[in-house]
């Protein structure tokens, strides 16, 4: 079991990092919200969770250990592979999770891709005594009420996008972080900037 992997960040992709630890670049999939948060050249500490398959050796990373418990606790419904969980864990923060899951919010469930009307009911009952209560202030997600124009700008040079694309893509996305009032979410920005960029190229 790799707990976490530290070190300088080496690389950086819409979905993954590269991580260099004593001489060796480790790639871990990571949701935007974690991504958001590393820089090239700069030092990084995620937590991880590695995923065995037949076929493949999957290094899941996370900006800090509930996050990571989270995600492999998510796995434990059935129907949940990784991939789903780190989805569910980009659209929302742990606590929003456990804050959904107590109060049998299927709306909050249904936002996330590859989750419908029925999985999200039968999520809602697999999880109910499984994540917890919430442990933080009961903000929705991962608020950024100031700001959040040079974070998500920053984010997309930390990718590698020039300065004018990154700032097409703030502009572009603008409008879904007005529309979420006082609170947009920085990682669900940087997600619908990646896909403003992708259709752009």
């Known amino acids: 079991m790799i707990a976490f992997v530290s070190g300088p960040v080496a690389a950086l992709s819409p979905d993954s990092a590269v991580v260099e630890v004593g001489g060796i ?6 949701t935007p919200n974690t991504l958001s948060g590393l820089r090239m050249g ?9 995923v065995v398959r037949e076929d493949s050796l999957t290094l899941y990373g996370f900006s800090d250990d509930d996050e990571r418990q989270v995600f492999e606790l998510l796995q434990t419904a059935s129907g949940v592979g990784p991939r789903l969980a780190q989805a569910m864990l980009a659209v929302h923060a742990p606590d929003t999770l456990r804050r959904a899951v107590a109060t049998g919010d299927e709306k909050a469930l249904i936002a996330v891709p590859g989750i419908g009307k029925k999985g999200a009911q039968k999520l809602l009952l697999e999880l109910k005594d499984r994540l917890g209560e919430p442990v933080g202030a009961p903000a929705v997600g991962r608020p950024v009420t100031q700001g959040w124009r ?3 700008h920053a984010a997309l ?19 879904q972080a007005e529309a979420a009032g006082g609170t947009p979410q920085v990682g669900s920005l940087l997600k619908a900037a990646l896909q403003t960029l992708n259709r752009a190229r």
């Open 25 to 30: 670049g480790i790639a871990v999939q990571c």
């Open 42 to 50: 700069r030092p990084a500490r995620l937590a991880t969770s590695l």
């Open 150 to 152: 040079d974070q998500l």
């Open 157 to 175: 040079i930390g990718l590698g996008y020039a300065t004018r694309e990154a700032e097409e893509a703030v502009t572009a996305v603008a409008p």
